[in-house]
């Protein structure tokens, strides 16, 4: 069972563009975390939210989690090339805290052309 | 630098050949996972564990060992690969269970 949805799945863009990719679930999370991946490497952490309702921001990115904590936005102003890449949500449910389980949302691949 | 390292990053093997992938945390974390990630699947945790000699079974465990002898160790073990275990597997350590993680480079695994 899939607990995050992320949508749009692919995503090409031009530059200079705003683009938003949605994470949403019908399960509520303690937290929910945002990574960006590159070809080849690791998962990188950008942003982690925590309260309902709570809006953070990372230069042209703006993070939101719901007021339910069932979902989450990630907002990119005037993207670059340099934002090209695979997007994550991820999260942690309420009694993970023993596992130590990210649930992930199955990426939103991003192009951003010149 | 705080880092989570993989090794190897690229290995390619034949069905049933016994191989370890190595994993090695320099942030003192208590947690360490490893997930496999497939196309259309997104990753998916396969063994996570809490602390030294303390492990236990993620979503997909089946085919898969580990140990936690050591707090900044935490290696994968396929005793008999097979091919569906084709994958590009990642290692991660987080401070807590509900921390940030701190994810290695990957290792991506053909068994063929």
């Known amino acids: 069972t899939q607990l995050l949805e992320q949508s749009p799945q692919f995503l090409s863009i031009q530059e200079g563009e705003n683009l938003t990719v949605y994470c949403n679930s019908s399960?509520?999370?303690?937290?929910l975390q945002w990574y960006r991946q590159e070809p080849g490497e690791g998962p990188v952490l950008l942003v982690t939210?925590?309260?309902?309702?709570e809006v953070k921001k990372l230069k042209r990115l703006t993070f939101q989690f719901g007021d339910a904590r069932k979902d989450s936005s990630l907002h990119i102003t005037a993207a670059q090339p340099g934002d090209t890449g695979l997007y994550l949500c991820?999260?942690?449910?309420f009694g993970s805290g023993n596992t130590g389980k990210l649930i992930f949302g199955q990426g939103t691949t991003l192009q951003v052309k010149p | 630098e705080a880092q989570v390292t993989q090794n190897p990053r690229y290995l390619i093997t034949v069905t049933g050949k016994k191989l370890t992938v190595t994993c090695s945390q320099n942030?003192?974390?208590?947690?360490m996972s490893w997930y496999r990630q497939d196309p259309g699947l997104g990753l998916r945790q396969i063994y996570y564990?809490?602390?030294?000699?303390?492990?236990d079974k993620g979503d997909v465990p089946e085919g898969y060992k580990v140990s936690r002898k050591e707090k900044r160790n935490f290696p994968l073990i396929l005793e008999s690969p097979s091919p569906n275990q084709t994958s590009l597997y990642f290692c991660?350590?987080?401070?807590?269970?509900?921390?940030?993680?701190?994810f290695g480079q990957g290792t991506r695994l053909t068994v063929v």
């Open positions: 399960s509520v999370f303690s937290s």
């Open positions: 939210v925590v309260t309902g309702g």
């Open positions: 942030m003192n974390h208590e947690y």
């Open positions: 991820a999260g942690y449910t």
């Open positions: 991660a350590s987080s401070f807590t269970g509900t921390a940030a993680a701190f």
């Open positions: 564990s809490m602390n030294v000699e303390v492990t």
